[in-house]
Each structure stands twice: as C-alpha cells, then as structure tokens.
C-alpha cells in the first residue's frame, strides 16, 4: 500500500506562483511512475505532469513552460507552478502506479491517489 499526501496549496493572484508537495509512505519504492492531476468540478480529471525514476517528466500542454515537477527523493515530488492563471484553479492531486511502459502517462490510470489541495488563482 501506498498513501500519498499533497500540501501547498492556497490562494494566489494570476501570475503568481505556488509550490505543491506530494509525500509519499508505503511501499513508494515500488511505484515508478508518479504524476500531478488537476479536476475542476463537472469536468474531468485532466493530467498536467508526470514524472518516472528513470525517464523524463511529461508536460500537458496547459502548463508546459510554467510547471515543473520534480522528485526530490523516494517519496516526494513537488510541482513549481509559475504565471499561475484563473484557469488553473482546481483541486491538484498526487498519482503514483507501477509501470513497465517507457514513460509515465498522463490519463488518470494510476494505482494511487491522494486527497488532493486546492489551488485558487484569482484575476
């Protein structure tokens, strides 16, 4: 079992920044694949950085060259989010899976999830 908890959430201006963490417990060491998710309500979860032990992150389009996720350790990833806008107003969440693919996917089949903070971005 995995648990996954985010933090770092809050209330920004648009183009301001915030810093989300994702720590990881359990057996993380397992699980290659580790991702950030964002849902606003009524729409679907969308994808917006994934990140693999050994591969390069991925970026949705929506936030690439804003965004960066990176894995300090083991256990924990963050996701630095610069010119944040109104649009990017959601609930953000940590995904981890077991992968054997080359690379981490950005649809929303992970394993794990945790329970998600929010990002407000006012105009």
């Known amino acids: 079992q995995v648990q996954l908890v985010e933090s770092g959430g809050g209330s920004v201006q648009a183009g301001g920044s915030l810093t989300l963490f994702c720590v990881a417990s359990?057996?993380?060491?397992?699980?290659?694949?580790m991702a950030w998710f964002r849902q606003v309500p009524g729409k679907e979860r969308e994808g917006i950085a994934s990140i693999s032990t050994s591969g390069s992150p991925i970026y949705a389009d929506s936030v690439k060259g804003r965004f960066t996720i990176s894995q300090t350790n083991t256990n924990t990833i963050y996701l630095q989010m610069n010119s944040l806008k109104p649009e990017d107003t959601a609930m953000y969440y940590c995904?981890?899976?077991?992968?054997?693919?080359?690379?981490?996917?950005?649809?929303?089949?992970?394993?794990?999830w945790g329970q998600g903070t929010q990002v407000t971005v006012s105009s």
């Open positions: 995904a981890a899976k077991l992968t054997t693919s080359s690379h981490c996917t950005l649809l929303p089949a992970y394993t794990y």
């Open positions: 359990g057996s993380i060491y397992r699980q290659n694949c």
